[in-house]
C-alpha cells in the first residue's frame, strides 16, 4: 500500500482556511499522508445558492461569531490577525498563481499570501502585493504573473471550479479524502487526516 | 473560586445538538463544570436572517454535507442515526417541556427526546412520542403538559428565546462561557469546555 493521500481544497478569501493552511502541512506530515493543495473560488459555489457576498457579511449574527472565533483560534496558534479590507478579498488572481505554480512553491505561496492578508491585513487583488511574495521565494514574478493570466492557466483553474462544485464542497477549507469523503472546516482537519490514515478515530 | 458553570443551548430540531446532547454531561463532568441545559428555538433566529426553512434544507449542497458528517460522528460515537420525516421536526412542544422541568430532570428527558428523534426517527411534535418518555423517567405527564403549557411557561421560553437572540447564538448547539464566550457546534464542545475551566487549550 502506498502512502495516504488528501486533497486540501482552501479559498483565498475563506478566514478560516487561514489557519487550516498554516497547520496542514506538520498535521500530514505527523501521519505520513501526502498533501494535494487545491485552491479553488468559492463566488460560483456561492452563486448557485444566491449569495452575492460572503455569508459573513450577509448573515451579520454569523459574521460576529467568525471573527471572534478567528481572534480566539489566531491566538492560541500565535498567529497574527488583521482584518483586511475589504472583506472579503478579490482573490482571482492570487488562485490564478496558485494553480500556476508546481506542487513545491503552491503551498508556500499560499501560506504567504494568507499571511499578508490575514496576519497583516494587506490587500492580495493586487499585483504589488503579491510580487513580493514570489520573489522572496525565489521566483520571476513577471514569468509567473503571465503564465498566470494565460489562457490555459485560466481554463484550469475553472476546471478545479467546476471539480469543487461537482463533488459538493459546502465551503472552504475542505479535506477530502481518496475514498471522497469531505471534512469542511479548520476544526475538521485532524478528523478527516485520521480518516485518510485509516484510523478513523471519533470526528467530533 | 467556586465551581465552573457553563451554559449549553440546544433545539430539539438541530441534529448536530443530538451528539451535543449525548456527549456534553461526561466531558463536563471530567473537568469539574456544572453544566446548565438552556433548550430554545432557533425558528426566530434563523426568521430574523430571512430563512423559513431549515438551512440544510435551503441549501441542498450544505444539507448533503451535513447528513453524511452525522452519519460519521454517530458512527464514530456507537449512536444510531434514523432521520426524522419530515426534517426539521417541530420542537415547540418538546421544548416547552424541557423548560417546565427542573434542572435534574431536563438533561435525561433532553437525551431521551434526541434518542426519539435521531435514534429512532419518531415525531417529537406529537404528545404520544413525549408522554412516553417523561413517564418512563418516573414523571406524570399530564401534570408536566399542562405545566408545559402554562402562559407562565410560554413565557419563559419566549424569555430563553430572546435571551439567545441578545447574546447573538448563530445556530446549535452553543456553549456559552460565564465570560460570555459563544462556541458554535457538536465540535467545538471542547474547546467551550477548556476555556470554561480557564485552561484555553488551542480551539482549533
Not at 9 to 15: G, K, L, M, N, R
Not at 47 to 76: H, L
Not at 84 to 100: G, N
Request: some cysteine; glycine content about 6%.
Amino acid at each position: 500500500m502506498g502512502m495516504s493521500t488528501i486533497d486540501f481544497w482552501y479559498e483565498f478569501a475563506s478566514t478560516y482556511s487561514y489557519p487550516a493552511a498554516l497547520r496542514i502541512g506538520a498535521l500530514a506530515a505527523a501521519r505520513g499522508i501526502e498533501v494535494t493543495w487545491r485552491p479553488f473560488l468559492l463566488g460560483p459555489i456561492f452563486a448557485a445558492q444566491g449569495w452575492r457576498d460572503s455569508p459573513f457579511n450577509i448573515y451579520p449574527v454569523k459574521g460576529r461569531y467568525m471573527w471572534r472565533d478567528m481572534e480566539r483560534i489566531c491566538a492560541s496558534l500565535a498567529l497574527p490577525l488583521v482584518r483586511p479590507e475589504p472583506f472579503p478579498q478579490q482573490s482571482l488572481l492570487a488562485t490564478r498563481i496558485a494553480i500556476a505554480l508546481d506542487a513545491q512553491a503552491r503551498p508556500a505561496f499560499s501560506r504567504s499570501v494568507y499571511h499578508a492578508e490575514f496576519g497583516e491585513g494587506r490587500p492580495i487583488a493586487e499585483a504589488s502585493t503579491l510580487a513580493p511574495l514570489l520573489v522572496s521565494l525565489g521566483l520571476d514574478p513577471e514569468e509567473v504573473m503571465e503564465r498566470a493570466q494565460s489562457p490555459e492557466n485560466k481554463d484550469l483553474l475553472k476546471r478545479e471550479c467546476a471539480r469543487a462544485a461537482e463533488i459538493g464542497l459546502p465551503g472552504a477549507p475542505c479535506l477530502v479524502t481518496a475514498d471522497n469523503e469531505i471534512f469542511w472546516g479548520n476544526d475538521r482537519l485532524d478528523a478527516g487526516l485520521d480518516w485518510a490514515a485509516g484510523t478513523r478515530r471519533p470526528s467530533t
